[in-house]
């Protein structure tokens, strides 16, 4: 529903709309989530004379109601990333649209802190945005680069200056002294213009596979280096497309066509400071989970792309990944205590590790929650800046921030070194924690959301541009709010009004699907590849005896096994499963269960959360009596034995269940699916894209127990009966993961954006000098006396 007609709607339907929130009045609720609307909604609908199409849509865009009798406030999404609000008061069957402060005001009292008159401290940087290019339609949303692509045409077409900029940046291009590209000889843009022409000239009077080297001469004479391509061929290229820039390109393709060919990213720094970052043995550890194998894949394809592109480009480099992370002393067995570690498979990418120290400076030893490391980002990022110079002899032509902490810690080495930024969220704790923003103060001494969500927005808002595994991440869907979305609007009642926080029609925004890293997660049917010197250890580990590692045995080993592997917490949702297949007889009469989470014996953790999960999940074994039936195994596995544990259950015709409450984008449900693994997975978040129901797995309802037990119970109850029906969603699993979730297409789209990005953020640095300082001052004025009050408050760690 578009926003301009919600008035002229409310108009017909103003007589059922009113008599409908009477009802919403009895609920004697003073916040009404949409749920619950919806709820409401399919209660009152019989009631009317006929039904109403338009009605139906307005209850539908109805995200939460404050009750303040006689008046209700309404929060209307009337299209993704598009909210109106809306006063109705019952007494006078009046209502007004309202400005998002007043509704925020409201919301505020919810709680008894609403501030005292209109002088408050209010979060808007849509101000400095309005002139910058906004992607026109919800539809493209997350595919910013194109829009960016267009506007970049603009500017070549209609200002000769602007091609002046093109040239500056494709002269400023060295490393270490090198010079490439072009050279200060050629003064202005139609000395290049007279220049391109010449070399392309020259160029088609030599063969195609003639080397750079044996020309190399002449295309200095005319004032271009090294960088255009190896070989003739190439160059011609590369040079092809700037003459087209120089012509007034008609195409946004051919802007990034020839961005995408200029050397600009040698060193590239990725930072993910939380948790336990190393190669093995930390998976299941607090905090270290999907987005450890993330980085550590994504490293490795990112290197080898970069490999390609210098031998491509005709220059003789040696590109160089650094993983950032934090160094901790009290390893707990991995290889977190070394400073450095290089990384299996690469040529040169390490991790370089980095300590956290108190206010006299000594090293911090020990584990520390992501929720309670926020008094030591900043020092870390200062100290980490002196150590990534030296280990990488400069500074990095890119900063790939993971996580929230991450990207705060990215932004404060981004904006020293001035280098161009990407930020990748990976999950975004809003989007899990219901209403944690509003009752925020209610949370703080475990999580500290405030800190947290203050932090994501200042790591959204300084980023250049912002990766996206899926588009549900970003805007949701038509009846789900996006997690980037989420920051659009929100209140922390005593502390700060978001008005305007993110915008998700940003062109920031882009979409790139992680993928399986295929030398691990390959099909089951690939025998010859297969690991089965490893099945003896395997089949100790799922029909062994309890141990202090392990609880239960499987007494019919034989049935087909239901298999989930992730953290113990909440959200992870594994004692969930438990709770399906204990209280399901024909679930457990079909199969066994196999849970690979966190400890069994929870004096091993240090997690609140988890040691929580491990109660629960050990009286649900109790109470159901599953120790014949489930085994839980309290460990962390090398990767190259996960994937052979998936082909394993595989070859036993079993299943992969992910249950999680939400998951921003499901990496263990793609690394599933390649090996071929039938996969039931949460609808809330990215499974819900990766997966189409029905034909490469399904979707399951983490919050209706009944309806996902009778999805996977249904299914296994076919394969029984009808074993093709098994094959057919494993065969389409397979081929869904490499259609679509791959690593050489992620790091081939990562190098385009970043090199697009960081000549966008070339040519407009003056444009953007005003949001930066906007940003600092947030940093300054929220940010640090929020992580002073930590440090001082009953909440220290």
Known sequence: MQRQAIPATIEQVKGNLFLFFRRILEMEKPLVLCTEVQKAYTEFAPCLEQPCAKMEVLIGSIQEVIVYAPQLYCALRVDIGKWLYVAFDLDSL???????????????????????????????????????????????????IEYLNRHLIDFFADRESELEHLLEFLTLHRYNGMPLMVSPRIKDVAALRQSVEQALEKLRQWEPQTLYDDIAHELQALGFERGWGRSVERIRTTMGLLQDILRKPDSPAT???????????????????????????????????????????????????????????????????????????????????????????????????????????????????????????????????????????????????????????????????KVTQCTIAHALEKSKYLYSDLYWEDNEEDYHFSIQYTADLIGMNSADFIISSTYQEIAGSPTGIGQYESYKTFTLPGLYQVVNGIDVYDTKFNIISPGANEEVFFPYTRSERRLHALHPEIEALI?????????????????????????????????????????????????????????????NSRDEEERAQIDIMHGIFDQYALDGSARWLGIQLEKQMTGELYRYIADGRGIFVQPALFEAFGLTVIEAMATGLPVFATTFGGPLEIIRHGESGFHIDPTDDEASTAVIVDFLRESARNPASWDAISRSAIARVEEKYNWPHYVERLMTLAKVYGFWKHMTKKDREEIRRYIEMFYGLMYRPLVQRFMTGPGQQ
């Open 94 to 144: 009046q209502y007004t649209v309202v400005r998002k402060s007043v509704f925020l005001s409201f919301k505020e009292q919810l709680v008894g802190r609403a501030a005292r008159g209109e002088w408050r401290l209010r979060l808007d940087v849509e101000p400095f945005n309005q002139d910058f290019p906004k992607v026109q339609d919800a539809r493209d949303i997350g595919n910013g």
């Open 255 to 417: 802007i990034e066509h020839f961005l995408s060919q200029v050397p600009m990213i040698f060193r590239v720094l990725i930072v993910s400071p939380h948790g336990f970052f190393g190669q093995s043995k930390v998976l299941g550890y607090p905090d270290t989970g999907g987005q450890v194998v993330y980085i550590l894949d994504q490293v490795r394809a990112l290197e080898a792309r970069m490999r390609a592109n210098v031998h491509e480009q005709g220059i003789d480099i040696e590109p160089e990944i650094v993983v950032l992370t934090r160094l901790i002393p009290e390893a707990q067995g991995t290889t977190c205590d070394q400073r450095e570690e290089q990384i299996w498979g690469t040529h040169n990418a390490r991790i370089l590790r980095v300590p956290f120290r108190d206010d006299h400076g000594e090293v911090i030893p020990h584990w520390i929650s992501r929720f309670h490391i926020w008094p030591h980002l900043e020092r870390f990022a200062f100290d980490a800046i002196t150590e990534i110079r030296g280990a990488m002899g400069g500074r990095p032509d890119l900063i790939i921030g993971n996580y929230s902490d991450g990207n705060l810690v990215a932004t404060l080495i981004s904006q020293t070194l």
């Open 543 to 603: 029909c062994g005896e309890p141990d202090s590692v392990s609880r239960g045995r499987l007494l019919d080993p034989a049935k087909p096994i239901i298999f989930s592997i992730a953290r113990l917490d909440r959200v992870k949702n594994l004692t969930g499963l438990a709770r399906w297949f204990a209280a399901s007889d024909e679930m457990r009469q079909h199969a066994n269960l196999v849970l690979i989470a966190g400890h069994v014996d929870k004096a």
